[in-house]
Protein backbone atom coordinates (compact mmCIF):
# COMPACT_ATOMS: atom_id res chain seq x y z
CA UNK A 1 0.00 0.00 0.00
CA UNK A 2 1.21 3.41 -0.70
CA UNK A 3 1.89 6.19 1.66
CA UNK A 4 -1.12 8.55 0.40
CA UNK A 5 -3.02 4.95 0.34
CA UNK A 6 -2.44 4.34 3.92
CA UNK A 7 -2.46 7.69 5.81
CA UNK A 8 -6.24 7.99 3.73
CA UNK A 9 -7.09 4.77 5.58
CA UNK A 10 -5.70 5.82 8.82
CA UNK A 11 -7.98 8.62 8.19
CA UNK A 12 -11.12 7.02 7.49
CA UNK A 13 -10.58 4.52 9.94
CA UNK A 14 -10.41 7.21 12.90
CA UNK A 15 -13.48 8.93 11.79
CA UNK A 16 -15.40 5.16 11.98
CA UNK A 17 -15.47 5.16 16.05
CA UNK A 18 -17.16 8.61 16.43
CA UNK A 19 -19.28 7.88 13.24
CA UNK A 20 -20.59 4.85 14.74
CA UNK A 21 -21.56 6.42 18.12
CA UNK A 22 -23.66 8.59 16.60
CA UNK A 23 -26.43 5.71 16.36
CA UNK A 24 -28.57 4.84 19.01
CA UNK A 25 -29.99 1.34 18.11
CA UNK A 26 -31.31 0.49 21.93
CA UNK A 27 -33.17 3.74 21.98
CA UNK A 28 -37.13 2.43 22.15
CA UNK A 29 -39.03 4.04 19.00
CA UNK A 30 -42.10 1.38 19.92
CA UNK A 31 -44.51 4.74 21.21
CA UNK A 32 -43.58 6.20 17.65
CA UNK A 33 -43.46 3.27 15.35
CA UNK A 34 -45.58 0.05 14.90
CA UNK A 35 -43.07 -2.80 15.64
CA UNK A 36 -40.77 -0.12 17.28
CA UNK A 37 -38.60 -2.59 19.93
CA UNK A 38 -38.14 -4.71 16.67
CA UNK A 39 -36.93 -2.22 14.39
CA UNK A 40 -34.59 -0.93 17.48
CA UNK A 41 -32.48 -4.26 17.87
CA UNK A 42 -32.57 -5.02 14.26
CA UNK A 43 -30.93 -1.61 14.18
CA UNK A 44 -28.27 -2.69 17.12
CA UNK A 45 -27.94 -5.58 15.31
CA UNK A 46 -26.97 -4.15 12.03
CA UNK A 47 -24.37 -1.77 14.38
CA UNK A 48 -22.67 -4.22 16.46
CA UNK A 49 -21.96 -6.68 13.09
CA UNK A 50 -20.39 -3.80 11.24
CA UNK A 51 -18.33 -2.78 14.44
CA UNK A 52 -17.46 -5.87 14.50
CA UNK A 53 -16.27 -5.66 10.73
CA UNK A 54 -14.54 -2.00 11.03
CA UNK A 55 -12.48 -3.88 14.03
CA UNK A 56 -11.62 -6.61 11.99
CA UNK A 57 -10.22 -4.03 8.81
CA UNK A 58 -8.40 -1.83 11.98
CA UNK A 59 -6.93 -4.93 13.10
CA UNK A 60 -6.12 -6.18 9.31
CA UNK A 61 -3.69 -2.77 9.07
CA UNK A 62 -1.40 -4.41 11.28
CA UNK A 63 0.11 -5.25 8.05
CA UNK A 64 -0.22 -2.32 6.56
CA UNK A 65 3.16 -0.35 6.14
CA UNK A 66 3.82 3.74 6.35
CA UNK A 67 7.19 4.83 5.23
CA UNK A 68 8.20 1.40 5.69
CA UNK A 69 7.88 0.99 9.07
CA UNK A 70 4.62 -1.11 11.09
CA UNK A 71 2.57 1.69 13.04
CA UNK A 72 0.92 -0.46 15.32
CA UNK A 73 0.25 2.52 17.41
CA UNK A 74 -2.97 3.63 16.04
CA UNK A 75 -4.14 0.46 15.10
CA UNK A 76 -4.14 -0.59 18.75
CA UNK A 77 -5.51 2.63 19.57
CA UNK A 78 -8.11 2.31 17.26
CA UNK A 79 -8.81 -1.52 18.05
CA UNK A 80 -9.27 -0.48 21.68
CA UNK A 81 -12.00 1.97 21.23
CA UNK A 82 -14.07 -0.13 18.85
CA UNK A 83 -13.47 -2.97 21.97
CA UNK A 84 -14.81 0.29 24.25
CA UNK A 85 -17.84 0.53 21.76
CA UNK A 86 -18.95 -3.03 21.77
CA UNK A 87 -18.76 -3.32 25.37
CA UNK A 88 -21.06 -0.78 25.75
CA UNK A 89 -23.36 -2.41 23.70
CA UNK A 90 -23.36 -5.99 25.29
CA UNK A 91 -26.21 -5.37 28.13
CA UNK A 92 -28.62 -4.13 24.86
CA UNK A 93 -27.49 -7.13 23.52
CA UNK A 94 -28.45 -9.51 26.69
CA UNK A 95 -31.66 -7.57 26.98
CA UNK A 96 -32.36 -8.16 23.28
CA UNK A 97 -31.87 -11.85 23.48
CA UNK A 98 -34.49 -11.96 26.41
CA UNK A 99 -36.57 -10.04 24.40
CA UNK A 100 -37.06 -12.25 21.74
CA UNK A 101 -36.39 -15.71 22.87
CA UNK A 102 -40.14 -16.28 22.49
CA UNK A 103 -41.39 -14.71 19.35
CA UNK A 104 -37.84 -14.33 17.22
CA UNK A 105 -35.30 -17.00 18.14
CA UNK A 106 -33.00 -16.22 15.40
CA UNK A 107 -32.46 -12.17 16.43
CA UNK A 108 -32.32 -14.00 20.29
CA UNK A 109 -29.71 -16.01 19.17
CA UNK A 110 -28.03 -13.26 17.29
CA UNK A 111 -27.96 -10.78 19.54
CA UNK A 112 -26.67 -13.34 22.45
CA UNK A 113 -23.92 -14.77 19.96
CA UNK A 114 -22.77 -10.79 19.48
CA UNK A 115 -22.94 -10.66 23.85
CA UNK A 116 -20.77 -13.83 23.93
CA UNK A 117 -18.49 -12.63 21.05
CA UNK A 118 -17.89 -9.22 22.62
CA UNK A 119 -17.04 -10.75 26.21
CA UNK A 120 -17.39 -14.62 27.15
CA UNK A 121 -18.98 -13.73 30.66
CA UNK A 122 -21.04 -16.35 32.48
CA UNK A 123 -24.19 -14.07 31.91
CA UNK A 124 -23.54 -13.88 27.97
CA UNK A 125 -22.56 -17.88 28.20
CA UNK A 126 -26.07 -18.43 29.97
CA UNK A 127 -28.23 -16.14 27.58
CA UNK A 128 -26.81 -18.17 24.35
CA UNK A 129 -27.58 -21.74 26.20
CA UNK A 130 -31.50 -20.64 26.77
CA UNK A 131 -31.72 -19.74 23.61
CA UNK A 132 -30.34 -23.12 22.36
CA UNK A 133 -32.66 -24.70 24.73
CA UNK A 134 -35.78 -22.94 23.81
CA UNK A 135 -34.42 -23.62 20.02
CA UNK A 136 -34.36 -27.10 20.96
CA UNK A 137 -37.92 -27.58 22.58
CA UNK A 138 -39.83 -25.74 19.29
CA UNK A 139 -37.85 -28.03 17.25
CA UNK A 140 -38.71 -31.52 18.94
CA UNK A 141 -42.23 -30.55 19.69
CA UNK A 142 -42.88 -29.51 16.45
CA UNK A 143 -40.83 -33.27 15.15
CA UNK A 144 -43.16 -35.02 17.74
CA UNK A 145 -46.79 -33.54 16.53
CA UNK A 146 -45.40 -34.12 12.81
CA UNK A 147 -44.72 -37.89 13.42
CA UNK A 148 -47.94 -37.83 15.31
CA UNK A 149 -49.34 -35.62 12.61
CA UNK A 150 -51.14 -33.66 15.00
CA UNK A 151 -50.74 -30.34 12.99
CA UNK A 152 -52.85 -29.40 10.27
CA UNK A 153 -51.17 -28.82 6.87
CA UNK A 154 -51.64 -24.84 7.08
CA UNK A 155 -50.01 -24.84 10.58
CA UNK A 156 -47.48 -27.41 9.60
CA UNK A 157 -46.16 -25.56 7.06
CA UNK A 158 -45.77 -22.26 8.75
CA UNK A 159 -43.95 -24.09 11.80
CA UNK A 160 -41.74 -25.98 9.50
CA UNK A 161 -40.72 -22.54 7.22
CA UNK A 162 -40.63 -20.88 10.00
CA UNK A 163 -37.98 -23.16 12.38
CA UNK A 164 -36.01 -23.89 8.36
CA UNK A 165 -35.78 -20.27 8.65
CA UNK A 166 -34.43 -19.47 12.33
CA UNK A 167 -31.96 -23.02 12.13
CA UNK A 168 -30.50 -21.41 8.69
CA UNK A 169 -30.22 -18.07 9.42
CA UNK A 170 -28.53 -19.01 12.97
CA UNK A 171 -26.00 -21.28 11.52
CA UNK A 172 -25.15 -18.73 8.65
CA UNK A 173 -23.99 -16.31 11.37
CA UNK A 174 -22.54 -18.95 13.79
CA UNK A 175 -21.65 -22.13 11.33
CA UNK A 176 -19.83 -23.81 13.89
CA UNK A 177 -22.54 -24.15 16.30
CA UNK A 178 -22.86 -27.62 16.12
CA UNK A 179 -25.99 -28.01 18.88
CA UNK A 180 -27.80 -25.80 16.07
CA UNK A 181 -26.44 -28.15 13.54
CA UNK A 182 -27.45 -30.91 15.03
CA UNK A 183 -31.30 -29.57 15.18
CA UNK A 184 -31.07 -28.73 11.98
CA UNK A 185 -30.00 -32.04 10.74
CA UNK A 186 -32.64 -34.03 12.58
CA UNK A 187 -35.64 -31.62 11.11
CA UNK A 188 -34.15 -32.70 8.16
CA UNK A 189 -34.19 -36.22 8.66
CA UNK A 190 -37.42 -36.68 10.02
CA UNK A 191 -38.41 -34.23 6.93
CA UNK A 192 -37.32 -36.53 4.37
CA UNK A 193 -38.70 -39.72 6.41
CA UNK A 194 -42.13 -38.00 6.84
CA UNK A 195 -41.85 -37.43 2.89
CA UNK A 196 -41.56 -40.40 1.77
CA UNK A 197 -44.17 -41.79 4.41
CA UNK A 198 -46.53 -39.60 3.07
CA UNK A 199 -45.85 -40.59 -1.05
CA UNK A 200 -45.81 -44.24 0.03
CA UNK A 201 -49.54 -43.85 1.84
CA UNK A 202 -50.95 -41.46 -1.34
CA UNK A 203 -49.24 -44.36 -3.50
CA UNK A 204 -51.55 -46.55 -1.82
CA UNK A 205 -54.65 -44.63 -1.77
CA UNK A 206 -54.20 -43.96 -5.16
CA UNK A 207 -54.42 -47.72 -6.24
CA UNK A 208 -57.15 -48.27 -4.40
CA UNK A 209 -58.89 -45.87 -6.59
CA UNK A 210 -59.38 -43.53 -3.68
CA UNK A 211 -57.68 -40.27 -5.66
CA UNK A 212 -59.05 -37.34 -3.95
CA UNK A 213 -57.55 -38.48 -0.57
CA UNK A 214 -54.45 -39.87 -1.92
CA UNK A 215 -53.97 -36.12 -3.67
CA UNK A 216 -54.71 -34.49 -0.17
CA UNK A 217 -52.01 -37.14 1.54
CA UNK A 218 -49.68 -36.17 -1.39
CA UNK A 219 -50.04 -32.14 -0.67
CA UNK A 220 -49.16 -32.96 2.58
CA UNK A 221 -46.13 -34.06 1.53
CA UNK A 222 -45.95 -31.18 -0.51
CA UNK A 223 -45.97 -29.23 2.54
CA UNK A 224 -42.48 -30.69 3.67
CA UNK A 225 -40.81 -30.82 0.48
CA UNK A 226 -41.84 -27.80 -1.80
CA UNK A 227 -41.27 -27.85 -5.77
CA UNK A 228 -40.66 -31.91 -5.26
CA UNK A 229 -41.11 -32.26 -8.95
CA UNK A 230 -42.35 -36.17 -8.56
CA UNK A 231 -45.44 -35.46 -5.83
CA UNK A 232 -46.35 -32.54 -8.13
CA UNK A 233 -46.19 -34.95 -11.16
CA UNK A 234 -48.73 -37.34 -8.81
CA UNK A 235 -50.93 -34.60 -7.95
CA UNK A 236 -51.21 -33.04 -11.44
CA UNK A 237 -52.03 -36.72 -12.45
CA UNK A 238 -54.66 -36.98 -9.60
CA UNK A 239 -56.18 -33.55 -11.14
CA UNK A 240 -56.82 -34.99 -14.67
CA UNK A 241 -58.37 -38.22 -12.72
CA UNK A 242 -60.69 -36.11 -10.80
CA UNK A 243 -61.43 -33.61 -13.73
CA UNK A 244 -62.24 -36.61 -15.81
CA UNK A 245 -64.90 -38.63 -13.59
CA UNK A 246 -66.54 -34.64 -13.56
CA UNK A 247 -66.61 -34.53 -16.79
CA UNK A 248 -68.55 -38.16 -16.90
CA UNK A 249 -70.77 -37.14 -14.26
CA UNK A 250 -71.77 -33.74 -15.66
CA UNK A 251 -72.22 -35.73 -19.40
CA UNK A 252 -74.73 -38.55 -17.52
CA UNK A 253 -76.51 -36.31 -15.98
Known amino acids: ?58 ENLNTASVDGNKDSTVVDKLSRQFHAILIGKRQALLSCASRHIEERLAIAYDCAHF ?11 GSLRRVRGRMGQRVNGFLKDLESSA ?20 LSMAPEDKEIMNMLSKV ?55 GGVEKLKRSSS
Open 1 to 58: MSRLGSLFMMMIIAFLPAACSLIKPGLDFHDDLGGGVFLADSLLLLDVQNLFEKRALV
Open 115 to 125: AEKISSTEESA
Open 151 to 170: LSVDVQEKLYEGILFDLERI
Open 188 to 242: RATQAKAVSELVAEGDKLYREQRVKQAMQVWQRALVLDAGNKKILDRIERAKRVL
